[in-house]
T-cell receptor
């Protein structure tokens, strides 16, 4: 059973608009969440993270929101740019020593 | 910028061959990981290591083996490759200095077994 779920396999957004990528998790022991971006034939690149003591973290155009009661997090990209087109993976960890658990990814296409 | 390297980047081999995928990092990270990823699927953890002489199997059953003789080097070996091993293999490392911190990934090896 998947512990980290990204239910939208793909998303298309116009350049300049907001992209919202969603992620749900089932394991209440998860306390650290990360978003990675992946281009084809490359390894994932870390984007932004949030620990469970926060409900929001911002880094430039990227903001991650965490709703612990709903076991849901989202990544907002504003404004979206064509270079943001990639697959975005949500990942979660149950503490510093436990490996990350990944979702299946959402392919974002930003249309000029 | 993270310094983690994987070779080869692409490999096409025949069934039954023995192969080793190389992974090296220059950051002095204790923790290293191997993932397998297919298009449209999550990254599956196949092996990890918390330091020299430490190796563990991940969640995904794998016919591969790993070794960790040096901190910077974490090679993965397939004794007899099969078409079912065709996939992308991603190596990652993580520092122990902070409780919460990210993993850094290498560029990956795309393996095709004919």
């Amino acid at each position: 059973d998947q512990q980290v779920k990204q239910n939208s396999p793909s998303l298309s957004v116009q350049e300049g608009r907001i992209s919202i990528l969603n992620c749900d998790y089932t394991n209440s022991m998860f306390d650290y969440f990360l978003w990675y971006k992946k281009y084809p034939a490359e390894g994932p690149t870390f984007l932004i993270s949030i620990s469970s003591i926060k409900d929001k973290n911002e880094d430039g155009r990227f903001t991650v929101f965490l709703n612990k009661s709903a076991k849901h997090l989202s990544l907002h990209i504003v404004p979206s740019q064509p270079g943001d087109s990639a697959v975005y993976f949500c990942a979660a960890s149950a503490g510093g020593n436990t490996p990350l658990v990944f979702g299946k990814g959402t392919r974002l296409s930003v249309i000029a | 910028e993270a310094d983690i390297y994987q070779t080869p980047r692409y490999l096409v081999i025949g069934t039954g061959k023995k192969i080793t995928l190389e992974c090296s990092q220059t950051m002095g990270h204790d923790k290293m990981y191997w993932y397998q990823q297919d298009p449209g699927m999550e990254l599956h953890l196949i092996h990890y290591s918390y330091g020299v002489n430490s190796t563990e199997k991940g969640d995904l059953s794998s016919e591969s083996t790993v070794s960790r003789i040096r901190t910077e080097h974490f090679p993965l070996t397939l004794e007899s490759a099969r078409p079912s091993h065709t996939s992308q293999y991603l190596c990652a490392s993580k520092s122990d200095r902070l409780y919460y911190n990210e993993q850094f990934f290498g560029p990956g090896t795309r393996l095709t077994v004919l």
